[in-house]
């Protein structure tokens, strides 16, 4: 059974933490080069393999005893909150170095079927080990709620994919990346002491 909380808990959480990654860089500037729609699905595609894996592990160590995954997912969250302030100084000045990047991957000629798999090779390749995917992993080992966890975290990454492709230059006009890590990193702040506290209930 889907448990809605776990569902809102997953996506909010992963949703402003991927928001200023850089993965949000590359669909925005693939969805420039290339078919907005194609680039959405093949990111999609790729978030999809490396949620499902995510999950995969999170539910393997979700058998472990039930305060070590608490004091685990706990400081997950914490180490998540460090990197997001740590990358917030220099989140601005290293945009345009992630844009150039991301761009010399892009095939402006591509179509239909290479713009999909471009994409998904791309995303694949830069999302492995990456934040989202670890507290993903943490929330699946701590709620023991598999479906409900790749629910909301999938979610979040295609919303996060689709604002990149709809949005996501007016976004960064409006928005500073910086803001947006401070924003990460307090939502891993928050998770990790709604964490604790659980575990001292």
Do not use: N
């Not at 713009?115 to 090779?121: D, E, H, K, M, P």
């Not at 979610?155 to 994919?161: D, N, P």
Request: proline share 2%; hydrophobic share 60%.
């Amino acid at each position: 059974m889907i448990d809605l909380l776990v569902v809102a808990l997953a996506f909010g959480a992963i949703f402003v933490v991927e928001l200023p990654d850089k993965t949000f860089i590359a669909t925005l500037v693939m969805s420039t080069k290339m078919r907005p729609l194609f680039v959405w699905i093949g990111v999609g595609l790729a978030f999809l393999v490396q949620t499902g894996v995510a999950v995969g592990v999170g539910k393997a160590a979700s058998f472990l005893p039930e305060q070590l995954i608490h004091g685990v997912a706990a400081l997950m969250f914490v180490i998540g909150a460090v990197i997001l302030f740590r990358e917030a100084r220099s989140a601005d000045a290293e945009e345009s170095d992630q844009e150039e990047e991301y761009a010399a991957k892009a095939d402006a000629t591509a179509h239909g079927l290479k713009v999909v798999v471009t994409s998904f090779l791309v995303l694949f390749a830069a999302e492995w080990g990456d934040l989202s995917q670890l507290l993903t992993i943490s929330l699946v080992a701590k709620y023991d709620d598999p479906v409900s966890v790749f629910i909301g975290a999938w979610g979040a990454l295609l919303a996060v994919s689709g604002l990149a492709v709809i949005v996501g230059r007016l976004l960064l006009q409006r928005v500073r990346l910086a803001v947006l890590h401070y924003l990460g990193a307090t939502v891993c702040v928050l998770m990790a002491l709604l964490t604790v506290w659980e575990m001292t209930r």
